[in-house]
């Protein structure tokens, strides 16, 4: 695990500002100065910041607690499964969700996933409970876990609520208008668990807390309907970036297609034909059967989660599929487990050879993708095993009980062998940056529509590619998303090279510290890293740059604060001019350090980029006032010596 380094640096900075300052850590700010917070709300880097205080700054203590919920996650998926159906079937379901490459990327990675993915299916099985024994607690507890779902990714949370909402409706105990209550119930502890934390940073002076990333007006309420709500969706002004090449384009197909699809899609359609079939086969059971409503529940959240995905025009990256995983798995076991039960029909065997041909066919199209070892190999022993199952499925009414174990066996292995696969290559290959991607595909992840075909490469640091990526901080072809840098320029260097940046400042990294990938902060240079923590307790911030890029991988070498003006991509007025100067009069911040972020351009998140962003005005100002000096190779200025 420790091979990823500090993964996303991005976050991992602000666990460790969050281990050194309870402030930091309460609103989620980049740095112990708390000058700028992340662009998400802090739930998961609570839990960082905690190990962090306890544990002390290492990949481990910020890798360690992912996991652990990834092992959460997969044991409330075995449970919500074991309420309906055998043991074997459970365990199905938890190691296809533990087996999905998105899942097995993410469950080692510190982005915000996999807390809110251990929340959400928490919030699932609470309401089972609920349906199961008709108690109102457990639906209040469902309502408290998507509560703290918002604020571990906002809205997102959400795309389970329809589900809840449809399925106590229709399969809770008790009458209506008790069902009503117990929902209201739900909701009323969902928006106080959410809420006090809204209210707190809302009601909070400005001036007594870090800026809000990601938004205009220093808001959570607007970072919440903006850049990660509405933005998110229909890739308006609220986004800023809009969809910005990302990944594949927006329509009914994405989740199929490139890297996606090798992520998450494995056994989607199977999913689909079981969801409905299983459905049909339960068109009579009681109203408040357990077995549809669990049916019903992961597969309508399969549904909104993946018609969301699919058709949102804003900013969406391909590890967002992790969230499909468990809804995934259970709707294919489920309907799989209820189909079987009703094998007696001819109807309900069509329906698994089906779902059993279409699963093996769609692993042939995926493992195609790539044309290194093993998946070439692989594709077509699964095909042939996998419609082997399939027709053996039309027969299954006259199998044995031991040649129908031997049946469902095959099947499972048939389903699991592509996911697996491409899981295994995840786990074995390193990943840094805040765009990452699982299996045999780039490591950029900035959308191959169609899919790549490159070569497995191990990666890491020390120069070597991540995923078939360039090295850390660089774009394929000099490219950023959607197109150039400002005239042409990449972010960041590494190994040693030089790269240009925004206002044609160099700001190149080389070895130091673990690679960050891109956008995600790169190497550090050593030279600037020692000269920095010179007489750094005499600084509030002992080194300020444009964005998080320089800022993360500065702050995590050193374990000193370092600002990150305008946040994640340097666009946000997180600080003026003014109140710049004034740090720098205190005496407050000791160099600044030129180039970074996509920097210092006009305009911030949602804003119409026709007024010059603070970024720039700050960079202008400390050009004239202050003499440029370069330490290994890195342009930075001594804000310490004062402006001329």
């Known amino acids: 695990m420790s091979e990823s380094g500090y993964a996303n640096q991005y976050y991992s900075a602000a666990a460790q500002a969050g281990g050194e300052s309870w402030k930091a850590w309460f609103f989620g700010a980049l740095d112990a100065g708390g000058s700028i917070t992340v662009d998400k709300p802090p739930a998961s880097l609570w839990v960082m910041g905690l190990a962090v205080r306890i544990f002390g700054l290492s990949s481990w203590s910020i890798l360690v607690p992912q996991a652990l919920m990834g092992v959460g996650t997969v044991g409330l998926t075995y449970g919500i499964v074991r309420k309906v159906a055998p043991w074997q079937a459970a365990i199905a379901a938890g190691a296809f969700t533990a087996l999905t490459p998105a899942a097995a990327l993410m469950f080692r990675f510190n982005n915000p996933d996999a807390l809110l993915l251990l929340l959400l299916v928490g919030a699932a099985f609470s309401t089972l409970k609920a349906i199961e024994t008709g108690r109102a607690r457990w639906m209040v507890l469902a309502g408290a876990l998507l509560g703290f779902g918002f604020l571990t990714k906002m809205l997102q949370a959400f795309l389970i609520v329809p589900a809840i909402a449809v399925v106590y409706l229709i399969a809770g105990r008790g009458t209506l208008p008790r069902r009503i209550v117990h929902g209201?119930?739900?909701f009323a502890a969902m928006v106080v668990s959410a809420g006090w934390y809204i209210a707190i940073v809302e009601l909070v002076p400005a001036s007594a807390r870090p800026y809000i990333d990601g938004s205009?007006?220093?808001?959570?309420?607007?970072?919440?309907?903006?850049?990660?709500?509405?933005?998110?969706?229909?890739?308006?002004d609220f986004g800023g970036l809009g969809n910005a090449g990302f990944s594949s384009a927006a329509g009914a197909l994405r989740l199929f297609q490139g890297v996606s699809g090798g992520m998450v899609s494995w056994l989607l359609p199977a999913a689909l034909v079981l969801l409905a079939a299983g459905l049909v086969a339960l068109r009579r059971a009681p109203r408040t059967d357990l077995t549809r409503a669990a049916l019903l529940l992961s597969g309508v959240t399969m549904l909104v989660t993946g018609l969301v995905f699919s058709f949102m025009a804003g900013i969406y990256h391909d590890y967002y599929v992790v969230a499909l995983a468990p809804w995934v798995a259970i709707t294919a076991v489920v309907g799989t487990v209820v189909v079987w039960r009703h094998r007696d029909h001819l109807a309900a065997r069509i329906a698994l050879a089906i779902a059993m041909a279409a699963s093996a066919i769609w692993a042939w199209v995926l493992l195609g993708q790539s044309d290194q070892q093993p998946y070439d190999t692989l594709r077509w022993p699964v095909l042939i095993i996998g419609l082997g199952a399939a027709a053996g499925?039309?027969?299954?009414?006259?199998?044995?009980?031991?040649?129908?174990?031997?049946?469902?066996?095959?099947?499972?292995?048939?389903?699991?062998?592509g996911p697996a696969a491409y899981a295994i290559s995840t786990i074995g290959t390193p990943h840094t940056g805040s765009i990452v991607t699982a299996g045999p595909y780039e490591g950029d992840g900035m959308g191959a529509p169609g899919g790549r075909r490159v070569r497995m490469a191990g990666g890491g640091p020390g120069g070597q590619t991540q995923n078939g990526a360039p090295p850390a901080g660089q774009m394929p072809d000099g490219q950023m998303p959607g197109g150039q840098m400002p005239g042409g320029q990449t972010p960041g260097g590494t190994n040693g090279q030089t790269q240009q940046m925004p206002g044609g400042q160099t700001g190149g990294m080389r070895a130091g510290g673990p690679a960050g990938g891109p956008m995600g902060g790169g190497q550090v240079d050593e030279e600037l890293a020692d000269a920095v923590s010179t007489n750094a307790g005499n600084y509030t911030w002992v080194a300020a740059s444009i964005g998080s890029q320089t800022a993360a991988g500065l702050q995590l070498e050193t374990g000193e604060a370092?600002?990150?003006?305008g946040g994640f991509n340097g666009t946000s007025n997180s600080i003026s001019l003014e109140q710049f100067k004034?740090?720098?009069?205190?005496?407050?911040?000791?160099?600044?350090?030129?180039?970074g972020g996509m920097g210092g351009?006009?305009?911030?998140?949602?804003?119409?980029?026709?007024?010059?962003?603070?970024?720039?005005?700050?960079?202008?100002?400390?050009?004239?006032?202050?003499?440029?000096?370069?330490?290994?190779?890195?342009?930075?200025?001594?804000?310490?010596?004062?402006?001329?």
């Not at 205009?216 to 308006?236: C, F, H, M």
């Not at 499925?393 to 062998?417: C, N, P, S």
């Not at 370092?562 to 003006?565: D, R, S």
């Open 184 to 186: 209201v119930a739900c």
């Open 216 to 236: 205009t007006g220093n808001s959570l309420l607007e970072l919440t309907l903006g850049y990660n709500g509405i933005g998110r969706l229909n890739g308006g």
């Open 393 to 417: 499925f039309v027969f299954a009414d006259r199998l044995t009980r031991r040649a129908a174990v031997a049946l469902l066996a095959t099947a499972a292995v048939a389903a699991g062998v």
């Open 562 to 565: 370092v600002m990150a003006i």
């Open 582 to 595: 004034a740090y720098v009069a205190d005496g407050q911040i000791h160099y600044f350090i030129s180039g």
């Open 601 to 644: 351009m006009r305009g911030g998140p949602g804003g119409s980029g026709n007024e010059t962003s603070s970024a720039s005005e700050i960079t202008a100002w400390v050009e004239d006032n202050f003499t440029e000096t370069t330490i290994g190779s890195s342009t930075v200025y001594d804000l310490s010596e004062g402006a001329s």
